[in-house]
């Protein structure tokens, strides 16, 4: 990707007069044709097409825009998108001053796949103050092809208006919110950092103490806090996704498989989707199997309401668990509305390995103490904590780590071990031979 993108630092070289408003970058193994011009209300068209295996090799489009005297402010990059194939596709960006490099950033966590269908991605970017230049386009790598249709990019004046990049504005936020609501905040050396966070006041924007934020997170100790630069923290309000799509199925005449894989985002439509297509999935054949296989081996977090609701006949109607702070305030997980089939005394069996962390350790938690329940595989991450999304003036920001979690029975749990340990196939091979052995009744 590097090489990639340093081909299009030297398109972009080229003098504005003589640059196209879109093109490809030469890169082996893939073709393309684009038209249009992304800085128009109509945008631009894009088609990439995989042409030959290369394993290092990306196809692109690229754009140049020049934004002298148009920095500091907050520019979109949008696109309806689509892949045909097992490739993916993204949106970046650049912003340049002169020659220099100042900001990069893509909708890599929002990758366009098949799946997906046509979509829109957009990126939403801090652009620095000093910037003269942006360079942007598509991305495609993989199998088959790409398709983008109305590339746009534009200046948002409304998010310029509302986002303040003040420097000292969005420290102070930041402290406060460390200070008053993180779970280890008394493990953060404050006294000794106090002379820093002064002099961060007094940086030109927000962006140019994001190191200093990310130094004080680490220091919390918790290894679950995270500092999510403004586009990143976009990506959130977007449509809600599931790493991949969620599996259920029969596992021979009288055992049925559910996997729940990570989920990302918060908009309630989409998880909403997400949940309803595992209830009635579940529900479905929930009636003509005998016991279950929840997978949770994949899921490393994210948003855990879809993945609670999606569960929910299976889980029942009791609240499964419930964070505490550090002031030990609980705060019950609570399911809304009704379960489309009751699977609650269904025995299940839950696989669990090191990649379940953070909302999926919680969904594992969900089922500890529940009846006819049994573990199998690995202990989890370690990281079964609650995470509060904390917004910046300047529009990133913070998944702070604010909370325990417990289980329905008041235990507290940071890691999930398995009641039987076991890894690889065997791990599958225990569980259904659990299920089926009687063992479960």
């Known amino acids: 990707m590097l090489a990639m993108f340093s081909a299009a630092g030297a398109f972009a070289a080229e003098p504005a007069a003589t640059r196209p408003p879109i093109s490809l970058i030469p890169a082996t193994g893939y073709t393309g044709t684009v038209s249009g011009d992304p800085a128009t209300p109509e945008g631009a068209s894009v088609e990439l097409r995989r042409i030959a295996k290369d394993g290092r090799a990306f196809g692109s489009s690229t754009s140049s825009l020049d934004i002298s005297g148009k920095g500091g402010a907050v520019y979109v990059l949008s696109a309806e998108m689509s892949v045909e194939g097992d490739g993916q596709a993204t949106l970046w960006m650049r912003a340049h001053k002169d020659e220099e490099r100042l900001l990069f950033a893509n909708t890599a966590r929002q990758l366009v796949q098949a799946r997906d269908g046509v979509t829109e991605r957009r990126l939403v970017v801090n652009v620095p103050n000093d910037a003269n230049r942006l360079v942007f ?38 402290i406060a919110a460390v200070r008053a609501r993180a779970l280890y905040a008394d493990r953060v050396p404050w006294q000794s950092l106090q002379p820093r966070i002064d002099a961060a006041g007094h940086a030109a924007q927000s962006a140019d103490n994001y190191p200093l934020y990310r130094e004080i997170l680490r220091s919390l100790g918790d290894r679950h806090s995270r500092f999510r630069l403004p586009h990143e923290a976009d990506f959130a309000t977007q449509r809600t996704r599931a790493a991949e799509t969620p599996r259920v199925e029969r596992l021979g005449a009288d055992t049925g498989y559910v996997k729940v894989p990570s989920v990302s985002g918060v908009e309630s439509q989409s998880s909403l989707e997400i949940s309803n297509g595992i209830q009635r999935q579940l529900c479905a054949i929930g009636q003509d199997v005998e016991g279950w296989v929840v997978d949770l081996r994949d899921n490393s977090g994210g948003s855990m309401r879809p993945m609670l609701a999606g569960l929910f006949p299976l889980l029942g109607k009791s609240s499964p668990g419930a964070f505490i702070d550090r002031k030990g305030k609980v705060s019950a997980w609570e399911i809304m509305g009704e379960p489309e089939c009751d699977l609650s005394q269904a025995p299940v069996a839950v696989l669990i390995g090191p990649r379940t962390a953070s909302s999926g350790e919680m969904t594992a938690i969900a089922f500890i103490d529940r009846p006819n329940t049994r573990f199998f595989g690995q202990p989890t991450a370690g990281l079964a904590t609650g995470n509060l999304p ?7 920001r913070v998944a702070l780590t604010t909370t325990h979690a417990q289980d329905r029975s008041g235990r507290r749990h940071e890691q999930v071990v398995p009641d039987d340990v076991s890894e690889g196939e065997a791990t599958m091979a225990a569980a259904r031979a659990w299920l089926g052995g009687g063992k479960a009744l």
């Open 137 to 174: 386009g598509m991305v495609f790598r993989g199998e088959g092809s790409a398709r983008g249709a109305a590339l746009r990019i534009r200046q948002d004046t409304a998010r310029t208006a509302t986002r303040d990049t003040g420097a000292k504005e969005n420290m102070d936020a930041f």
């Open 390 to 396: 904390i917004p910046l003036p300047d529009g990133a």
